[in-house]
């Protein structure tokens, strides 16, 4: 298959992480035979400071003629602690998404057996859990009208949905739960929220057209608490913008590290793969980033063009470094492996299909770890 990748690596610690991602993606290439062709953008703050604006027109039309994206990550401290800034890294990441169309977040969660130990949370807690979270992606209160009053006294920002906005990505979490566990658990606040209660007539309505999955409704509050208490009893998760965006980032702790969780935001044409985690700069240049989700971000490419298999030979060399410890500080805090050995060490598994060991003292030197 011959794809051509629009490459922003954005802020922080996003050029290190997707370099390794695309490290991986060229290894699926070399051992199947495709052609994956790649091409980098500025976006976030680099674009900020290259040209002003955090998504100039140039990648945002790379972006559109590209067959996938693949992000980085996104922010500056600069930015963050400056609140009177008019222009913000963010902004580039919101309008790509409003841009291409981008209208499904799509988060797997998942606790790996090796890093049970590593979530603050009991084993038992944790053991089995394996959900995914559907978040719509352009509408709600973050693309919503927003205000701030003459005096600087009083601000609004406005949530708005409509039935289109609610239906096209609730039809995606049905499906997909379809091929899981048949449950979908829709997260909203219709106790208090217009919005929620237009999301939840119109999820129910729509649930009749896929009568093998169960349909539950839990509020966002109680949500969050369920995820903690019990996140076995979640298979796809449906939401909104916002609480998407929480409860995403809530759910890392299950896996140990938000260095694990990545994510795909889809549209009618267009489709970008992130990790779900953020700039870290004060990590960046330190090769202590962990690539994981940037990679099994990249997985997720492979899988929304049909090259299952492709992905399943990235998550195995995952789960394979992971049971080595071949891994970052943030899991391994003894005998840690720096960002760039994790995607070496990745690189070699998927190009010699597994058939490899792990030599330490060559992947110290920065050399191939096949002996």
């Given at each position: 298959m011959k794809l051509k990748i629009a490459v922003l690596p954005g802020d922080g610690i996003g050029p290190e992480i997707t370099k390794q991602a695309v490290k991986v993606l060229k290894a699926v290439a070399e051992r199947f035979d495709h052609d994956f062709q790649f091409e980098e953008a500025v976006v976030g703050a680099a674009a900020i400071?290259?040209?002003?604006?955090?998504?100039?027109?140039?990648?945002?039309?790379l972006c559109a003629g590209a067959d996938a994206v693949l992000f980085g990550a996104i922010g500056h401290p600069k930015y963050d602690n400056d609140p009177d800034a008019k222009v913000r890294p963010e902004q580039g990441l919101l309008?790509?998404?409003k841009g291409l169309g981008l209208f499904a977040n799509i988060r797997p969660v998942k606790a790996y057996p090796k890093l049970i130990d590593h979530s603050p949370l009991r084993p038992e807690r944790i053991t089995g859990a394996d959900m995914v979270i559907y978040r719509e992606l352009t509408g709600g209160i973050y693309f919503g009208k927003k205000s701030t009053s003459e005096d600087g006294r009083s601000a609004t920002d406005v949530c708005t949905y409509s039935v289109d906005e609610i239906?096209?990505?609730s039809h995606l979490a049905f499906k997909a739960a379809?091929?899981?566990r048949k449950?979908?658990?829709?997260?909203?606040k219709a106790n208090v929220l217009e919005t929620s209660r237009l999301w939840r007539k119109t999820v129910a309505n729509l649930s009749a057209e896929y009568p093998d999955v169960a349909l539950d409704f839990l509020f966002v509050d109680n949500a969050a608490m369920q995820m903690i208490l019990d996140p076995t009893q979640f298979d796809v998760i449906l939401t909104e913008n916002m609480f998407g965006d929480i409860l995403s980032d809530e759910a890392s702790v299950i896996g140990g590290s938000i260095g694990l969780l990545a994510s795909a935001s889809v549209g009618e044409k267009s489709a970008m793969f992130e990790p779900i985690h953020g700039s870290y700069p004060q990590a960046t240049g330190k090769g202590?980033?962990?690539?994981?989700?940037?990679?099994?971000s990249a997985a997720m490419l492979l899988d929304h063009f049909g090259l299952?298999?492709?992905?399943?030979?990235?998550?195995?060399a995952v789960e394979e470094s992971l049971h080595l410890d071949v891994c970052t500080q943030?899991?391994?805090?003894?005998?840690?492996?720096?960002?760039?050995?994790?995607?070496d060490f990745l690189e070699g598994y998927i190009i010699e299909a597994g058939n490899m060991r792990l030599n330490n003292e060559n992947l110290s030197l920065g050399q191939m770890t096949i002996i």
């Amino acid at each position: 298959m011959k794809l051509k990748i629009a490459v922003l690596p954005g802020d922080g610690i996003g050029p290190e992480i997707t370099k390794q991602a695309v490290k991986v993606l060229k290894a699926v290439a070399e051992r199947f035979d495709h052609d994956f062709q790649f091409e980098e953008a500025v976006v976030g703050a680099a674009a900020i400071d290259a040209t002003g604006d955090p998504l100039p027109a140039d990648t945002l039309e790379l972006c559109a003629g590209a067959d996938a994206v693949l992000f980085g990550a996104i922010g500056h401290p600069k930015y963050d602690n400056d609140p009177d800034a008019k222009v913000r890294p963010e902004q580039g990441l919101l309008n790509l998404r409003k841009g291409l169309g981008l209208f499904a977040n799509i988060r797997p969660v998942k606790a790996y057996p090796k890093l049970i130990d590593h979530s603050p949370l009991r084993p038992e807690r944790i053991t089995g859990a394996d959900m995914v979270i559907y978040r719509e992606l352009t509408g709600g209160i973050y693309f919503g009208k927003k205000s701030t009053s003459e005096d600087g006294r009083s601000a609004t920002d406005v949530c708005t949905y409509s039935v289109d906005e609610i239906e096209r990505l609730s039809h995606l979490a049905f499906k997909a739960a379809q091929k899981r566990r048949k449950k979908v658990t829709l997260v909203d606040k219709a106790n208090v929220l217009e919005t929620s209660r237009l999301w939840r007539k119109t999820v129910a309505n729509l649930s009749a057209e896929y009568p093998d999955v169960a349909l539950d409704f839990l509020f966002v509050d109680n949500a969050a608490m369920q995820m903690i208490l019990d996140p076995t009893q979640f298979d796809v998760i449906l939401t909104e913008n916002m609480f998407g965006d929480i409860l995403s980032d809530e759910a890392s702790v299950i896996g140990g590290s938000i260095g694990l969780l990545a994510s795909a935001s889809v549209g009618e044409k267009s489709a970008m793969f992130e990790p779900i985690h953020g700039s870290y700069p004060q990590a960046t240049g330190k090769g202590i980033a962990n690539p994981v989700a940037s990679i099994l971000s990249a997985a997720m490419l492979l899988d929304h063009f049909g090259l299952t298999r492709e992905a399943a030979v990235v998550r195995d060399a995952v789960e394979e470094s992971l049971h080595l410890d071949v891994c970052t500080q943030d899991l391994n805090k003894n005998n840690y492996y720096s960002t760039e050995k994790v995607g070496d060490f990745l690189e070699g598994y998927i190009i010699e299909a597994g058939n490899m060991r792990l030599n330490n003292e060559n992947l110290s030197l920065g050399q191939m770890t096949i002996i």
